[in-house]
């Protein structure tokens, strides 16, 4: 199954979960603190204030920044926080419409293997030790009133499964933009009594 085709199931079964009033599903395995940045790239740099700009199936765009946390414990997913700015504009490249989004909630979180190079690779947002690769769906709301989705999926350079893209996806009201260009994402997972 190519990326485009797993991206459209798992947006499918997710919303389903969201719209069916089906509460976090996740396996945690400890009490830890997960951090999610859209990252901004400057070689050999990593640091946070990324932009990404996915597109839909009709030639619309949403530019947005982003960053997070949540703590999971024993299955549960409390203390959510985080979100950012965006923009949208038409295929013609018309802004339709910017703010700001809030997370309200996680869906998901999957933590996958994977790790930074060092060197080459220096990370300016956290311990570099705690760098993780792993997919977590964001429940977020807009300020202009509308609702939707945001997925961030992380592939780090050492060991992350095949299977896992670099990237995001955005779902704004009934728009799906799902083709993201490889845009850096990053999470930091540590146990929470250790977090700042």
């Known amino acids: 199954m190519n990326q485009k085709i797993k991206r459209h199931w798992l947006i499918g079964i997710v919303t389903a979960l ?3 009033g089906v509460g976090t599903v996740t396996r ?4 830890v603190t997960v951090r999610w940045d859209l990252l901004k790239v400057v070689p050999p740099n990593l640091y946070a204030g990324g932009v990404a700009s996915p597109t839909a199936g009709d030639g619309s765009m949403i530019t947005v920044t982003g960053t997070g946390t949540f703590q999971m414990e024993e299955g549960s ?7 950012g700015t965006w923009e949208t504009r038409d295929a013609s490249n018309t802004v ?21 190079p060092s060197p080459p690779l220096v990370d300016h947002i956290g311990n570099a ?10 429940r977020v709301h807009y300020s202009d009133g509308s609702r939707g989705i945001l997925v961030v999926e992380c592939m780090l350079p050492v060991g992350s499964p095949p299977s896992f893209v670099e990237g995001i996806t955005v779902i704004k009201g009934n728009l799906n933009y799902l083709n993201s260009s490889h845009s850096p994402t990053l999470f930091h997972v540590q146990a929470a009594h250790e977090s700042n």
């Open 18 to 20: 969201v719209l069916s």
């Open 28 to 31: 945690a395995s400890d009490d």
């Open 77 to 83: 997913i409390d203390n959510v926080s985080g979100g």
């Open 96 to 116: 339709t419409g910017s703010g700001t989004y809030r997370v309200r909630g996680v869906v998901l979180f999957m933590r996958a293997p994977g790790s930074l």
């Open 129 to 138: 030790a705690d760098a993780s690769s792993g997919l977590a769906v964001l």
